[in-house]
């Protein structure tokens, strides 16, 4: 027989890797057994084009959907036959989480800088400007759990090493479309701190993000979260388009490219509402595939792709190629490997 649960008030989440109280809109939850399988029924209390209904076999997990946008659905069902006088036991971590990452997103937001707010950034060739930095975090093929968070900090204008930093990290908050920072900005942070209490002369004035920052959904992107979390300028600097917000990669697109002549130069990239949202900017006279740049945090656009630009030799900007990811990983497989060898 059906049997249904009223959830309204506030639930445990758990999108960061803490604890975390949210008050949930689901409003209704059915489940139907089925012999060995159950039908989980998601109601909003928005109507019916909102809802959701899935089926699995006890013990499973359901991952559907994605969160590309706020409406989106994303959530987990995890499922076990315990529980209370033999009902299927239901743990809902749903629209509820995306909502949440989405109010932190928005309140986040509100305090990006698109501005210059240094003296060098003002300067035409960055006088005062000495020390860069870069950021990323790489996983293995086939891994999304373990990763290395890397930082590097290089001299200006000649772009020399100072300072490199490497760590595997082991990821505890589940990937959502369009809220990467949520899982990835920890690390990075932490990479930042142990810079700063071991040297902090070597403490980068800006930082350029291996993503993007406001080129994003909800004008929130890696670049923008690390920046107003750490108060460093950041640049956002994507090897790839994201298709967001009405732009494309379509035949205009691939025109816009065609037309970038020489290093330097760049096109605007407009959302649908008209607001440049970055650039693609031809980063060498050699490299015909652009990158996009976008701001992150106390800099304006035009500076970004300025500063962006003066940091290439090659198509990617140095505080990113830069990153010492490759030995790191290296280490980690032959460590990894080892480890699986030795066992019994």
Not at 5 to 34: C, S, Y
């Amino acid at each position: 027989k059906p049997w249904s649960i009223d959830i309204q008030g506030t639930a445990p989440l758990d999108p960061l890797g803490g604890a975390v109280l949210a008050r949930l809109l689901i409003h209704h939850v059915t489940v139907h057994k089925h012999g060995d399988e159950v039908t989980v029924v998601i109601s909003s209390g928005r109507g019916p084009s909102v809802n959701a209904c899935h089926t699995a076999p006890l013990g499973s997990s359901l991952h559907p959907g994605s969160a590309d946008n706020d409406e989106s659905w994303f959530w987990v069902l995890q499922m076990s036959s315990v529980g209370f006088c033999g009902n299927i036991f239901v743990c809902v971590c749903a629209r509820a989480r995306v909502l949440l990452l989405c109010s932190e997103q928005k309140r986040l937001r509100q305090q990006v800088v698109e501005e210059d707010t240094e003296d060098w950034q003002r300067s035409p060739d960055f006088s005062g400007l000495e020390r860069v930095g870069g950021v990323d975090l790489s996983f293995i093929k086939g891994d999304e759990i373990n990763a290395c968070a890397q930082l590097v900090v290089l001299s200006y204008p000649d772009l020399k090493v100072l300072y490199e930093d490497s760590h595997m990290v082991t990821l505890t908050a589940p990937y959502v479309s369009g809220f990467l920072a949520f899982r990835e900005t920890p690390f990075l942070l932490e990479a930042l701190q142990r810079l700063k209490t071991s040297q902090p002369t070597l403490m980068p004035q800006v930082v350029f993000v291996d993503g993007n920052g406001l080129f994003h959904y909800r004008e929130f992107g890696l670049a923008c979260h690390l920046g107003v979390l750490s108060d460093l300028p950041c640049v956002g600097v994507a090897k790839n388009l994201l298709q967001v917000q009405g732009v494309l990669r379509d035949e205009e697109h691939q025109s816009q490219i065609a037309a970038l002549q020489k290093g330097g130069d760049s096109f605007p990239l407009t959302a649908a509402s008209g607001k440049v949202l970055g650039k693609a900017l031809r980063s060498g006279d050699k490299s015909s595939k652009p990158v996009y740049v976008s701001v992150g945090h106390k800099i304006s656009l035009g500076t970004a792709v300025r500063l962006t630009h003066s940091c290439c030799r090659y198509r990617v900007p140095e505080p990113i190629r830069q990153v010492p990811y490759a030995q790191t990983l290296q280490e980690f497989i032959r460590s990894d490997t080892s480890q699986q060898q030795a066992l019994p």
